[in-house]
């Protein structure tokens, strides 16, 4: 196998440009786990009009669920409408009376999660009292007062880790204490909770679907065991305690599981085939419990979390795995 | 950014039952007798940078055949 992957810079225009040059001039069979919206939105169009197979998209917006719009595109790692719903579904069995307030950046990324509660509540979702933020924004501190006011005792923060550092403090230094969960883009510890502090977000509540390196459990973990070798061998001196080193692993092993299951037949159709045709795939670094699956009317291939909440030193997993509605 | 390196190491061929044997016919796109392209892109540069190492890694395989993994723009 020759993989080639090029700098886009996350750069739409630069996306377009490599990804025409991966298909004009290379003459890739397929593409895999190209990294962004941005840069996926940008070459969307191109790739399907192309009919090359856009495997396992880099990215968590739910469009590219859509096999409709999109037959030669498909997602990968939960969606974030899915996280959000699993996000809903938790306020209304903890606190079943809360009034729920969402905090989220106004783009794709925060309107997935708009979308996500309203599968959810439906009807009730007039009662949410909501609050966007652009990304050139410089704080959120406005919108917390604005959200606190509502009388909201829950709060769903869909923002960048820039952001979710400012809420997460904003909220603690306010004395406000929501049920508070947290997308899962932003819990780096790095990049999140110690600019935040890591004291003021202690019982913030997110979620996970990959093993977590840092994580004491899974330093035995078989299935960790394969990356753990691949990293120790051919990247000796990469920070194994990176998560996104995880990610593309995971990631990589089910473009390889959809190669095994070409069997012989390598055609661009029959890559596509066989990646919407996944039934229970496991790749070890995804928590127990969670399955790869897809179908022709299936583009979400991951679909199911486990929360976990932040202990003021770590992540913590809790409760069972669980699964976003199939909307 | 247009720099072009080798991940030297991320050789092998885990998934390819019978390397020899993987092509189904010439015209298959991205197939040759001995290769199957496939191409991705990643922020190695700007400001998203921070999450190009998910698209470094590609594993590792052992059993002889060929996978030959090129990152233009690594860091």
Redesign the interface.
């Known amino acids: 196998m020759n993989f080639i992957s090029y700098d886009d810079a996350y750069s739409p225009p630069k996306a377009v440009e490599q990804v025409r040059r991966l298909i004009e001039q290379d003459v890739v069979a397929c593409l895999s786990n190209t990294l962004g919206t941005p840069s996926n939105s940008a070459i969307v169009k191109y790739v399907n009009q192309k009919k090359v197979p856009h495997l396992f998209v880099g990215s968590g917006a739910d469009k590219w669920g859509d096999y409709k719009e999109h037959p030669w595109t498909i997602g990968w790692q939960p969606s974030y409408r899915t996280e959000s719903q699993i996000y809903a579904q938790y306020i209304l069995k903890a606190k079943p009376e809360a009034k729920i307030a969402i905090l989220y950046q106004n783009d794709d990324f925060g309107k997935d999660y708009l979308a996500g509660v309203k599968d959810v509540l439906k009807d009730r979702f007039d009662k949410v009292v909501t609050a966007s933020y652009e990304v050139t924004d410089p704080t959120v501190d406005s919108q917390a007062i604005t959200l606190q006011n509502s009388g909201a005792d829950a709060l769903i923060s869909a923002a960048t880790p820039k952001f979710a550092a400012q809420i997460i403090r904003k909220v603690a230094d306010m004395n406000w204490k929501p049920l508070h969960l947290l997308t899962n883009v932003s819990t780096s510890v790095g990049a999140v909770m110690e600019p935040a502090g890591v004291e003021r977000g202690i019982g913030v509540i997110s979620s996970a679907y990959l093993k977590d390196p840092t994580d004491p459990q899974w330093k035995s973990d078989a299935g960790l065991q394969h990356w753990r070798e691949i990293m120790k061998k051919y990247l000796p001196d990469a920070d194994i305690s990176d998560s996104f080193y995880v990610y593309g692993y995971a990631a990589t092993m089910t473009t390889i599981h959809t190669l095994r299951a070409c069997g012989t037949d390598f055609s661009r159709e029959n890559l596509m085939r066989q990646a919407t045709n996944m039934k229970d795939a496991e790749v070890g670094a995804l928590l127990p419990g969670i399955r790869i699956n897809s179908s022709p009317t299936n583009y979400h291939p991951i679909r199911q979390v486990q929360l976990m909440r932040w202990t003021g030193k770590t992540w913590e997993l809790f409760g069972d795995v669980l699964s976003g509605s199939a909307v | 950014?247009?720099r072009r390196s080798l991940?030297t190491?991320?050789v092998a061929?885990?998934?390819?039952?019978?390397a020899p044997?993987?092509?189904?016919?010439p015209e298959?796109?991205?197939?040759t007798s001995s290769?199957?392209?496939?191409?991705?892109?990643?922020?190695?540069?700007?400001?998203?940078?921070?999450?190009?190492?998910?698209?470094?890694?590609?594993?590792?395989h052992s059993n002889g055949s060929?996978?030959?993994?090129?990152?233009?723009?690594?860091r």
């Open positions: 950014m247009r991940l190491g991320f061929a885990q998934f390819v039952p019978a044997y993987i092509v189904r016919a298959t796109p991205g197939v290769e199957i392209r496939i191409g991705s892109i990643a922020a190695y540069s700007g400001p998203a940078s921070r999450i190009a190492p998910s698209a470094a890694l590609i594993p590792p060929t996978i030959r993994a090129v990152s233009v723009g690594a």
